[in-house]
């Protein structure tokens, strides 16, 4: 149980143009998905939370108009870069929680490279 | 803001011996995570801990979390080749808070 996919798991795209990046619950509902990027060699850091059926909540520095989120199902999440640039080459990995009472957990998508040429 | 220090940031061990990181906060969280990342792949959870001073153990993994808040250990006991890789610590205020990671233990399995 509690598995999280994600598509696609790498992309190459021109700079300028716009990458679209799903995550599914599979085998759960979530009401709360993250997204998170993980530059080379450093640690994951969290880019906003996703709430099915509201805004997205963004952390500071990120720019809300740059990474698009909707999360428009109990199971999906899509994160688009917006005019991708070189600059936005990463990881980006999805999460979806599990819990509630205390207990919150979240699981992790398989991540997507994106490069940015 | 946040933030976790994790230490060491790299252990070259050889198989069979038993493993030890932590994690400290300046802050107090109330979820503990612990995962392991393989090169290329998402983070996998290896242990979950909610209550202050909870100690879980998963296989020859165990996983404390302190008393305060605002630690928490990661033991790995007789280690085996595939137990290479990142492992991070990660903390949770809880609710539809995101994490805040540890910048990672490289463990490295010397033959």
């Known amino acids: 149980g509690a598995v999280v996919s994600q598509h696609p798991s790498r992309v190459i795209c021109k700079s300028g143009t716009s990458v679209k990046i799903e995550c599914r619950s599979l085998?759960?509902?979530?009401?709360?998905m993250f997204w998170y990027r993980q530059f080379p060699k450093q640690s994951l850091m969290l880019m906003a939370t996703?709430?099915?059926?509201?805004?997205?909540?963004?952390e500071q520095g990120v720019e809300k108009d740059k990474f698009l989120i909707n999360h428009a199902s109990l199971t999906l999440s899509t994160l688009t870069v917006t005019s991708a640039h070189p600059e936005d080459s990463s990881f980006y990995i999805c999460?979806?929680?599990?819990?509630?009472?205390?207990?919150?957990?979240?699981?992790f998508g398989p991540g997507t490279r994106l490069t940015v040429l | 803001g946040q933030q976790l220090n994790q230490s060491p940031q790299s252990m070259f061990i050889q198989e069979g011996e038993d493993v030890s990181m932590n994690c400290t906060s300046s802050?107090?969280?109330?979820?503990w995570l612990w995962y392991k990342q393989d090169p290329g792949e998402g983070p996998v959870l290896l242990i979950a801990?909610?209550?202050?001073?909870e100690l879980t153990s998963n296989g020859r993994l165990t996983a404390q979390f302190g008393i305060t808040r605002k630690d928490s250990f990661l033991n790995i006991s007789a280690s085996i080749p595939s137990d290479v890789g990142i492992y991070f610590c990660?903390?949770?205020?809880?609710?539809?808070?995101?994490?805040?990671f540890g910048k990672g233990t490289h463990l490295i399995i010397q033959p």
């Open positions: 999460s979806a929680q599990i819990g509630g009472g205390g207990t919150d957990t979240q699981y």
């Open positions: 085998d759960f509902q979530a009401t709360t």
């Open positions: 996703s709430n099915e059926g509201s805004k997205a909540t963004y």
């Open positions: 802050s107090i969280f109330n979820t």
């Open positions: 801990l909610y209550k202050a001073g």
């Open positions: 990660a903390g949770s205020g809880g609710g539809a808070d995101g994490l805040t």
